[in-house]
């Protein structure tokens, strides 16, 4: 099993503790337990964003750099919510609760993501309901 470290102090046996920065919330920590998160929180997003978008962290802070650190629709920076970024994808690509990840279309802030799942991800349905805002004004 490949095992991947924060730094090639933590590779070294019985070096306590580790020190190293939280590739999820960009946080410093410092363990024994040789963990590469500083929580178990952030732990479980590194881990969600891996088995359910097949995204690794640094494609997830890739993908957000590339959008300016805000929402791919609204532009805020603020994502709402409990404070981390909805990953949007084509639920069409692919059946059940996985992604292949080849669908992300981006990251959105809660608002959107809620937006877009209220209208079924459907441009049409978003069309009329733009249309009917702009002509009920």
């Known amino acids: 099993k490949h095992r991947v470290y924060c730094s090639e102090a933590c590779r070294l046996p019985r070096m306590n503790p580790c020190t190293g920065t939280c590739p999820v919330c960009g946080g410093p920590f410092e363990t024994v337990r040789r963990s590469r998160y500083c929580s178990k929180k952030c732990s479980s997003f590194a881990g969600k964003l891996l088995l359910t978008y097949n995204m690794s962290m640094s494609d997830y802070w890739a993908l957000l750099e590339s959008q300016d650190y ?14 981390s970024w909805h990953t949007d994808h084509d639920h069409s690509c692919c059946s059940g609760s996985t992604s292949c990840g080849q669908c992300v279309r981006g990251l959105l802030c809660a608002s959107c993501n809620w937006g877009l799942g209220s209208f079924r991800d459907s441009p049409a349905v978003l069309r009329v309901a733009a249309d009917y805002i702009e002509h009920r004004r």
Not at 70 to 83: F, K, L, N, V, W
Request: net charge negative.
């Open 70 to 83: 805000r929402c791919a629709i609204c532009e805020t920076s603020d994502p709402g919510s409990q404070g």
